[in-house]
């Protein structure tokens, strides 16, 4: 028996449409699509902004002597190459308190971490297999966290040196330990994940760039100049 339509007329056949789905099947089948679009485009443009952050910490550190660092949103900058290191203090995982100042002497390599950043993480592995060539040119290591890790929760420096640093965070060149806030907003006030300054015997910073992890090369290269 045929259905009828409200009024007694028969109801119009639907149509399946391309490959037998029906139109339902098809508009549905769309909405999918542009989900999946909508969805790797905004993929996209958290990666580019990933991209753009490290580019503008790595374009601050270009050229030793070059005049100012990044301009960070409220008129923050980086320090600049060229420029002596600022003052400040960190507490070490063994719970004692150092200064930037109270690194000259030997060149030292200044990184600042958040502790849940994957770049971090990375780095701080990659960093332990080169440790012996930064000792073999009397580059000092000290690896600080942030002040407060910028805000979000991550692993106590004292669990995060042994778990990324493996038997190379008992170096005796790599100090792992915290920036004070005052030592944090100096060298970092835009909140980068992972930034890294290169200072001269004397604390001048000669380079700046980010992600070791990936510039090691680079950053191996300019340690070779200062030993």
Known sequence: MSKTS????P???????PGGRSPQAAVMRRRRVRRVRWTIAGAAVAALAAVIAVIAVVAGGR???????????AGASLPAA?????AGSFTTVTGATRTISSLRGRPALVWFVATWCP??????????????????????????ED????????????SFGPQFAGASYRNRDWTFGTASQALTLAYNPQGYLDVYFL??????????????????SQLLARAARLS
């Open 6 to 9: 409200a009024g007694g007329r």
């Open 11 to 17: 109801a119009a056949a639907r149509k399946p449409g």
């Open 63 to 73: 050229g030793a002597g070059t005049a100012g660092g990044t301009a960070g949103a």
């Open 82 to 86: 060229g420029t002596r290191g600022p």
């Open 119 to 144: 770049s971090c993480q990375a780095g701080t592995q990659v960093l332990a297999s080169k440790i012996a060539a930064f000792s073999r040119m009397h580059v000092r290591v000290v690896e600080l």
């Open 147 to 158: 002040y407060q890790d910028l805000g979000q929760p991550g692993p106590g420096m004292a």
């Open 199 to 216: 200072l001269d015997s004397s604390g001048h910073i000669t380079y700046i760039n980010s992600s070791p992890g990936s510039t090691m």
